[in-house]
């Protein structure tokens, strides 16, 4: 058994197989994700696990060159936006890189995440809790 780190095997398979500039997209409980997707859903019940602790355990295993965030996060949840912020500056420390971010309308945002290679559900359930990792890789 995996002492360590991501626990879910589908959630472990889904990040070792991300290769660079493969999009994985971290959403709260109601963003539409496309029937054939390859989604790992963690939600439980309302709030649990939270966004930010889904995002957490995922950067914690794989190397990000960049996010997108729906733009409308900035004024409908400046929490969860804030703390993204201060997450991302510490990854990017961590990595030993800059790490882009870009912000596009929420409707753009549900078309880019279309691309993903896969999605991490989580319980949340407070407004464009939602981000697109692009991997990156560490050399």
């Not at 963003?31 to 950067?59: E, R, T, Y």
């Amino acid at each position: 058994m995996k002492k360590v780190g991501i626990l879910n095997a589908h959630l472990s398979h889904v990040i070792a197989t991300l290769g660079h500039t493969d999009l994985l997209t971290i959403c709260d409980a109601g963003l539409p994700i496309p029937k054939q997707a390859d989604c790992v859903d963690l939600a439980l019940v309302p709030g649990i696990p939270s966004f930010l602790a889904s995002f957490d355990a995922v950067i914690s295993e794989c190397f990000v060159e960049k996010v997108i965030l729906a733009e409308e996060i900035k004024q409908k949840n400046p929490e969860v936006h804030q703390a993204l912020l201060q997450r991302l500056a510490q990854l990017e420390q961590q990595q030993k890189n800059q790490i882009a971010i870009e912000y596009v309308c929420h409707e753009q945002f549900k078309q880019l995440s279309q691309n993903s290679k896969g999605f991490v559900r989580s319980g949340e359930c407070t407004p464009y809790a939602n981000i697109i990792l692009t991997s990156g890789v560490p050399f």
